[in-house]
């Protein structure tokens, strides 16, 4: 178990923030997207819709910008509300993405049966977000698409296939200046597939943000809850209140299954907690955590805002 009573983090400024606004208005509306498989005529593997590169203004887009999510018991993943923002939406498609092989059912039924070709969900994509990387899963046609509400500045998005050997870029500045950055951002994610690992966050007033309770009267939200394995779960505080936050993490059920399709004998959490995000003062930490069993409640670390 993980215990922190401090919040030691290191500073990380941006100095040449200024030199990096230039660059993105001269880019406009030009796609950075890349592929480490160019070169061998895989071009394109991975395309990212939204967000594109450049200069945009969300202030000119009257659809919703959500953060939280629906949740669909008892199988409840990432997805997006319909009519969501543009502004506020990662979405593309992962070309000749490997797909799921069964469910943990139907794999542990194979492979009593001898049938080496079973398997579980495959390992997902990665997604980093600011600098922040979370599991990405695709659909059976390749597709991802989840909601993301960005601050305002320099933002930058990288989609990653599995194997790591393709990637896609997206960098741009958003210029309204009444858009609420998130004050503090906790991110939660793991490692196993067909698993239900849950985020808990107390705050300094006593509001305890969970499953259970994910809007909160002082603004702060938990976006969805992920029962079916990876994550990531993501709380965020557009305000957050002077004072000492807690941020948990419990073991809630399901068996867990590697990228191999067989049993796990851990989970994987892994923590990061964003304060200030995308300005001069942002500061972050994670934490990686074991969790070895249903049931289990884990304090990740306690910190003073």
């Known amino acids: 178990m ?25 880019l406009g509306s030009v796609p950075l997207q890349a592929s480490a498989g160019d070169d061998a005529g895989e071009a394109g593997q ?11 203004n969300s202030s000119i887009d009257p659809d919703p910008q959500n953060f939280t999510q629906e949740v669909h018991y008892p199988a409840s993943d990432v997805n997006t ?6 502004m506020a939406l990662i979405a593309g498609e992962i070309k000749q993405a490997p797909k799921p092989k069964s469910t943990t059912k139907d794999a542990t039924a194979s492979q009593a049966s001898g049938d080496e070709g079973a398997g579980p969900q495959v390992a997902p994509n990665t997604l980093i977000v600011n600098g922040v990387p979370m599991p990405l899963k695709v659909d059976e046609n390749g597709r991802f698409s989840r909601p993301y509400v960005f601050g ?22 958003e210029a309204n200046s009444d858009q609420l950055p998130a004050k503090l951002r906790v991110v939660l994610s793991w490692s196993t597939d067909q698993t239900d690992l849950d985020l808990h966050v107390l705050m300094p007033d006593g ?14 939200a938990l976006d969805i809850d992920v029962t079916s394995g990876y994550g990531p779960e993501i709380f965020e505080s557009p305000v ?3 004072g000492r936050y807690f941020v948990y993490v419990n073991y809630y059920g399901g068996e867990g ?18 304060a200030n995000e995308n300005t001069v ?4 930490q994670s934490f990686v955590v074991p969790m070895r069993k249903p049931g289990e409640l884990t304090l990740v670390t306690s910190f003073v805002y």
Not at 81 to 86: A, D, L, P, V, Y
Not at 207 to 220: I, M, P
Request: proline share 4%; with cysteine; aromatic share 8%.
């Open 2 to 26: 993980l215990r922190s009573s401090v919040f030691p983090f290191s500073l990380r400024a941006a100095p040449g923030a200024y030199a990096c606004i230039v660059v993105l208005v001269a």
């Open 46 to 56: 991975i395309h990212l819709d939204e967000p594109t590169s450049g200069w945009r």
């Open 81 to 86: 509300r319909e009519g969501q923002s543009r």
């Open 152 to 173: 305002k500045g320099a933002n930058n998005v990288e989609v990653r296939s599995a194997d790591g050997s393709h990637r896609a870029v997206a960098q741009f500045y």
């Open 207 to 220: 509001q305890h943000c969970f499953y259970g309770n994910r809007l909160l009267d002082n603004g702060a």
């Open 240 to 242: 957050a209140e002077h």
């Open 257 to 274: 299954m590697d990228v191999k399709g067989k049993p796990a004998t851990i989970t994987v959490a892994t923590v990061t907690v964003i």
């Open 281 to 284: 003062d942002e500061k972050k």
